[in-house]
């Protein structure tokens, strides 16, 4: 068993930046992949960023690319989500979540998510 508790969302101006933390309980956190999802109102919970169990690899969806950087600290048990020059279409709500197997960009293939943090990215 895994939880997961986001901290870090907030209100920002477009260009400005923001890191989400996700801290996780349990042991196996090192041997789960992580990964970052948002939900704007009215949409579904697109996929934004992962990494796998040891930090070597990491995936982004296109829209942030050379913007947003995931990274993870497994002695602290933590992922992260550096955000970067932030958009109004970034605003959503960010959930992270972790997996043991699947593809990265689907929510299916995740076992354990937080409860969300809010991002609003005012013009």
């Known amino acids: 068993q895994v939880q997961l508790v986001e901290s870090g969302g907030g209100m920002v101006q477009a260009g400005g930046s923001l890191r989400l933390s996700c801290a996780a309980s349990?042991?196996?956190?090192?041997?789960?992949?992580m990964g970052w999802f948002r939900q704007a109102p009215g949409k579904e919970r697109g996929f934004v960023a992962a990494?796998?169990?040891?930090?070597?690899?990491?995936y982004y969806t296109d829209s942030v690319k050379g913007r947003f950087t995931i990274s993870r600290d497994n002695a602290k048990n933590t992922v992260y989500l550096q955000m970067n020059n932030l958009k109004p279409e970034d605003t959503a709500v960010y959930y992270c979540a972790a997996q043991d197997s699947g593809r990265y960009s689907y929510p299916a293939s995740y076992n354990y998510w937080g409860q969300g943090t809010q991002v609003t990215v005012s013009s």
């Open positions: 349990g042991r196996t956190f090192s041997t789960y992949a």
């Open positions: 990494i796998n169990w040891s930090g070597r690899s990491t």
